[in-house]
């Protein structure tokens, strides 16, 4: 539900992207390695990686599901799967009552912090199952502002994050419709992967079709400490159904324990 804010308040807001935005770091900012893809033998692990170094095993996935007797209760959930095999190893789920307005744009501002209360009890609590990545979902950089869900909530955590949409939005002169056209005009696709390059020339994210005759991408962006070629890779690593199974995961168990609690 979108809800009208003070001018005040949304000047704040902006304020405080721009200033986690100078933070945001778009490559590769990790010690493990990446798996090989299942068509790779475990000398194809990424060449251009440091050779020292463990491989990623743990992947995390965010996601809120809302109660429809009250849009404003929500349940939030984090899971963490096990990459080699996509069994979930970790989760937590925490009841809310959202007290900020959703806003196109500024929806970290309303949901981000459940997510770190649910991640840092997690690094206390659990600290050998914390996740190494982090997807989650919403936008990165393929946002109007540049700074999407997944980039706020990865520079805050300190975390490498995954942007994972659903939906494509007006971006940088990229939409859906548009994107659909320029398939149509070209053909099909030669991969399962279409690059989003805006009308800036900004390389904002991809559109990846994770499952045989999907008609449906999802959207791929870059959130922080991490490069779209790895973001796509664990992407692929991650796939049973359309979305990748971390968010998959956390999007059941969220509406699960709404249902538990009599509240979907």
Same mark, same amino acid.
């Given at each position: ?7 005040? &308040? @949304? ?7 721009? $200033? +986690? ?6 490559? /590769? *900012?990790?010690?493990?390695?990446l ?28 996601d ?12 939030a ?11 979930v ?21 309303r949901?981000?912090p459940?997510?770190?209360? &649910? @991640? ?7 600290? $050998? +199952? ?6 989650? /979902? *919403? ?20 975390l ?21 056209q ?45 490069? @779209? ?36």
């Open positions: 539900m979108e809800e009208d804010i003070s001018p005040q &308040l @949304l000047n704040e807001w902006i304020e405080i992207q721009d $200033s +986690l935005k100078k933070r945001l770091i778009t490559e /590769d *900012g990790f010690d493990w390695k798996p090989p893809m299942k068509d790779q033998d475990s000398e194809g692990i990424e060449e251009n990686q440091d050779s020292n170094g463990e491989i990623l095993k743990y992947v995390g996935g965010v809120l599901s809302f109660s429809r007797n009250d849009p404003l209760i929500a349940c959930t984090l899971v963490v799967l096990d990459i080699s095999n996509l069994e190893v970790h989760e937590d789920s925490s009841i809310i009552k959202l007290r900020i307005p959703y806003v196109p744009g500024f929806l970290a501002f949901e981000a459940v997510l770190l209360e &649910l @991640l840092d009890k997690t690094k206390k609590t659990s600290p $050998s +199952l914390y996740p190494q990545v982090l997807m989650v /979902d *919403g936008n990165g950089l393929l946002h109007p502002r540049g700074f999407g869900f997944a980039c706020h909530l990865g520079v805050l955590a300190d490498p994050t995954i942007g994972i949409g659903k939906n494509l939005h007006h971006v940088d002169g990229l939409t859906q419709s548009r994107v659909r320029v398939l149509e005009a070209n053909g099909k696709p030669r991969s399962d992967i279409f690059t989003l390059i805006g009308d800036s020339g900004s390389t904002l994210g991809a559109a990846m079709w994770t499952t045989k005759g999907s008609l449906k991408p999802i959207f791929i962006s870059v959130g922080h400490r991490i490069s @779209l070629a790895s973001a796509i890779k664990i992407v692929q690593l991650s796939g049973r159904f359309r979305v990748p199974e971390p968010i998959r995961q956390a999007d059941i168990r969220s509406k699960d324990c709404l249902r538990k609690h009599g509240l979907s």
